[in-house]
């Protein structure tokens, strides 16, 4: 099987000419817009994009507090930090078993 990595490395390339010139449009978009002209489909497509995707930085996003996205982040964010005091809790439970074990 022919190694592809220098042509997926050359076809980001040309990508990047090519999203330089539309630096205002989102970047998948752009891609996807490229590909189609380009005839690239499949495998070849998906690695390509794992090259360019890192060549523009990413814009910050702002999260107002209250918004919509805020609400989503904050439940996902306690979701989360409910997990991390449970296990911290069992770690706890099973450390204080172990010592009272040893202490007998």
Do not use: T
Request: proline content about 4%; charged content about 45%.
């Amino acid at each position: 099987m022919m190694d592809k990595k220098p042509f997926y490395r050359e076809q980001a390339e040309k990508f990047r000419d090519f999203a330089d010139k539309n630096p205002d449009r989102d970047l998948l978009s752009v891609f996807n817009e490229w590909c189609n002209s380009k005839d690239i489909y499949g495998r070849d497509k998906h690695e390509i994009w794992k090259i360019a995707r890192k060549i523009r930085p990413l814009k910050p996003l702002v999260i107002k507090e209250n918004s919509e996205e805020f609400v989503r982040i904050n439940a996902v964010l306690d979701i989360l930090l409910q997990a991390d005091l449970k296990y911290l809790n069992e770690l706890i439970e099973k450390r204080k078993k172990e010592k009272e074990k040893e202490e007998k």
